[in-house]
């Protein structure tokens, strides 16, 4: 059974149609690498009782020949998507045991077109962090090591139980979402491929809000074919966010494969960043090297404010998360701290409930927008906001995507960053906060492993609502990449 589990989502659905295997069958060989995984931590809350009632349902949904195109498929839910009836935590104490009365819009398509949920996974405190280690439940371990060593390595964050999960085959594929990078860093960590949507394309309704301005959902899965499938299913207006965006889906699949001759894609300078390992240089050298064989021609593009696109995000984000936490206050959810006056159990609550990189964030955010720092801070960030976004749109007047590294470096270890200083943490969004500031699609890909054998990504990001396009590059770079690779097992208990 255990080859069932290293199947991709495109075949493992073809699988079932033709009925070489049951839901049921993928679904059991899932649920036991599940349990023999949890060493890696990545799922929060395993639900395999469910995972198998859906998919006897998703069997007999198949043998009366109504099956949807995701039919039986085992899928896991990063822990930021309210699930009905499931414990939903975004991975804080402070929503406790909180029990939804209501589903995602992201979720519910995907169990409406027939996959099957094995439960919640592992993230940074309310998506805020790049290595997973913010998280109340603890980190998740990297199924990835370097070459001939021990130490446990981060899958990124936030969405690193959902990048884990798919790395190490638990599941076939995983919702993430994406603030500044969280869908993409992880993916680049883990060799898997990862994509964040357009701006409004999945709607937000039913996830737990970070920044509402640049919250995004969107898949990580095995293969580029796999993310188009997922992003497909996923997307969608929504009436119930009044950001989503009344467009229809493409046929996101129809994408891959297809010829990318004559494609314009721009080369931005500016995301040589300073002290960049030059094996990163090199891989995405090599990107361009692929793109050009595949008939692509290579432009050289400048996107000047890209170096104001960080401080900008750590404005921007903290602003709007210290808002949409305000309504953490032990009355409506979860956890309750006592105290003797109303004051005090807001108080109690919040500094009992949040971790310390969720306070420094609504302290930041309180302060930018505070009456006497309003204008220093917000209000210009929102102005360079906006200078980040012409940027794209006048590089996006000559080309039509644009090529650049996902991550500065490929998995560092578990606490090699020095939580005294945030910004190092903060710095490894150095190339991805920018598709979010913009609302631009953008997509991460495996390319390569480095020389101590970890993967690495590429990044491709898009003119709005043009995620096809993406999906035809990478189909190109991952056939030109020809990524292989895959952990060794270390982590079966
Ligand atoms: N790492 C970034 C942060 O900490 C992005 C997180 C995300 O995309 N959710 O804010």
Same mark, same amino acid.
């Given at each position: 059974?255990?080859?069932?589990?290293?199947?991709?989502?495109?075949?493992?659905?073809?699988?079932?149609?033709?009925?070489?295997?049951?839901?049921?069958?993928?679904?059991?060989?899932?649920?036991?690498?599940?349990?023999?995984?949890?060493?890696?931590?990545?799922?929060?809350?395993?639900?395999?009782?469910?995972?198998?009632?859906?998919?006897?349902?998703?069997?007999?949904?198949?043998?009366?020949?109504?099956?949807?195109?995701?039919?039986?498929?085992?899928?896991?839910?990063? @822990?930021?998507?309210?699930?009905?009836?499931?414990?939903?935590?975004?991975?804080?104490?402070?929503?406790?045991?909180?029990?939804?009365?209501?589903?995602?819009?992201?979720?519910?398509?995907?169990?409406?077109?027939?996959?099957?949920?094995?439960?919640?996974?592992?993230?940074?405190?309310?998506?805020?962090?790049?290595?997973?280690?913010?998280?109340?439940?603890?980190?998740?371990?990297?199924?990835?090591?370097?070459?001939?060593?021990?130490?446990?390595?981060?899958?990124?964050?936030?969405?690193?139980?959902?990048?884990?999960?798919?790395?190490?085959?638990?599941?076939?594929?995983?919702?993430?979402?994406?603030?500044?990078?969280?869908?993409?860093?992880?993916?680049?960590?883990?060799?898997?491929?990862?994509?964040?949507?357009?701006?409004?394309?999945?709607?937000?309704?039913?996830?737990?809000?970070?920044?509402?301005?640049?919250?995004?959902?969107?898949?990580?899965?095995?293969?580029?074919?796999?993310?188009?499938?997922?992003?497909?299913?996923?997307?969608?207006?929504?009436?119930?966010?009044?950001?989503?965006?009344?467009?229809?889906?493409?046929?996101?699949?129809?994408?891959?494969?297809?010829?990318?001759?004559?494609?314009?894609?721009?080369?931005?300078?500016?995301?040589?960043?300073?002290?960049?390992?030059?094996?990163?240089?090199?891989?995405?050298?090599?990107?361009?090297?692929?793109?050009?064989?595949?008939?692509?021609?290579?432009?050289?593009?400048?996107?000047?404010?890209?170096?104001?696109?960080?401080?900008?995000?750590?404005?921007?984000?903290?602003?709007?998360?210290?808002?949409?936490?305000?309504?953490?206050?032990?009355?409506?959810?979860?956890?309750?701290?006592?105290?003797?006056?109303?004051?005090?159990?807001?108080?109690?609550?919040?500094?009992?409930?949040?971790?310390?990189?969720?306070?420094?964030?609504?302290?930041?955010?309180?302060?930018?927008?505070?009456?006497?720092?309003?204008?220093?801070?917000?209000?210009?960030?929102?102005?360079?906001?906006?200078?980040?976004?012409?940027?794209?749109?006048?590089?996006?007047?000559?080309?039509?995507?644009?090529?650049?590294?996902?991550?500065?470096?490929?998995?560092?270890?578990?606490?090699?960053?020095?939580?005294?200083?945030?910004?190092?943490?903060?710095?490894?969004?150095?190339?991805?906060?920018?598709?979010?500031?913009?609302?631009?699609?953008?997509?991460?890909?495996?390319?390569?492993? @480095?020389?101590?054998?970890?993967?690495?990504?590429?990044?491709?990001?898009?003119?709005?609502?043009?995620?096809?396009?993406?999906?035809?590059?990478?189909?190109?770079?991952?056939?030109?990449?020809?990524?292989?690779?895959?952990?060794?097992?270390?982590?079966?208990?």
């Amino acid at each position: 059974m255990g080859e069932l589990t290293s199947l991709t989502l495109k075949a493992a659905v073809e699988g079932l149609k033709s009925k070489r295997f049951s839901s049921l069958e993928l679904t059991q060989a899932h649920v036991q690498a599940i349990e023999a995984a949890r060493g890696l931590n990545a799922f929060v809350l395993e639900t395999p009782d469910k995972a198998l009632d859906m998919a006897k349902a998703a069997d007999a949904r198949i043998a009366s020949g109504e099956a949807g195109p995701l039919e039986g498929a085992p899928l896991g839910v990063k @822990d930021l998507f309210c699930t009905e009836g499931v414990r939903t935590t975004a991975c804080s104490k402070i929503l406790g045991d909180f029990k939804p009365t209501y589903e995602s819009s992201v979720t519910a398509n995907l169990w409406r077109d027939g996959a099957v949920m094995l439960g919640k996974l592992n993230l940074d405190e309310f998506a805020m962090g790049s290595s997973n280690e913010t998280s109340a439940f603890g980190p998740v371990s990297n199924p990835w090591r370097a070459e001939g060593s021990n130490q446990t390595l981060t899958p990124g964050g936030s969405s690193g139980g959902s990048a884990a999960a798919v790395a190490a085959d638990l599941c076939l594929g995983a919702t993430g979402t994406d603030t500044g990078g969280s869908i993409r860093q992880p993916a680049a960590f883990t060799g898997t491929v990862g994509i964040k949507p357009t701006y409004g394309r999945c709607s937000r309704w039913g996830i737990v809000a970070f920044a509402s301005s640049l919250d995004q959902a969107g898949p990580i899965a095995k293969t580029v074919e796999d993310a188009a499938i997922l992003l497909k299913s996923m997307s969608g207006h929504d009436p119930k966010d009044s950001t989503s965006l009344p467009v229809d889906v493409p046929d996101f699949p129809s994408f891959v494969g297809m010829s990318v001759k004559g494609l314009r894609i721009g080369v931005p300078k500016e995301y040589s960043a300073p002290g960049m390992p030059a094996e990163i240089q090199a891989l995405w050298d090599q990107g361009v090297e692929w793109l050009k064989e595949a008939g692509c021609e290579i432009v050289p593009v400048s996107l000047p404010h890209t170096k104001y696109a960080l401080p900008t995000y750590y404005i921007v984000a903290p602003a709007e998360a210290s808002s949409n936490l305000a309504r953490y206050d032990g009355m409506r959810y979860g956890l309750r701290a006592e105290g003797k006056t109303l004051t005090e159990v807001y108080e109690n609550t919040r500094a009992q409930g949040f971790g310390e990189e969720v306070q420094r964030r609504i302290l930041i955010g309180a302060y930018v927008l505070s009456a006497g720092y309003y204008d220093a801070y917000y209000l210009k960030a929102q102005k360079v906001r906006r200078r980040i976004a012409d940027d794209f749109a006048q590089a996006f007047e000559t080309v039509d995507a644009l090529l650049t590294p996902a991550t500065p470096s490929s998995a560092f270890a578990l606490g090699a960053k020095d939580t005294m200083d945030p910004v190092t943490m903060y710095l490894n969004d150095v190339f991805t906060v920018t598709a979010n500031l913009a609302g631009l699609p953008a997509m991460a890909l495996p390319a390569g492993l @480095d020389s101590q054998g970890l993967p690495l990504g590429l990044q491709l990001i898009g003119r709005p609502l043009e995620e096809g396009t993406l999906f035809s590059v990478a189909g190109a770079l991952e056939k030109a990449a020809d990524f292989k690779a895959k952990p060794r097992v270390w982590w079966r208990g």
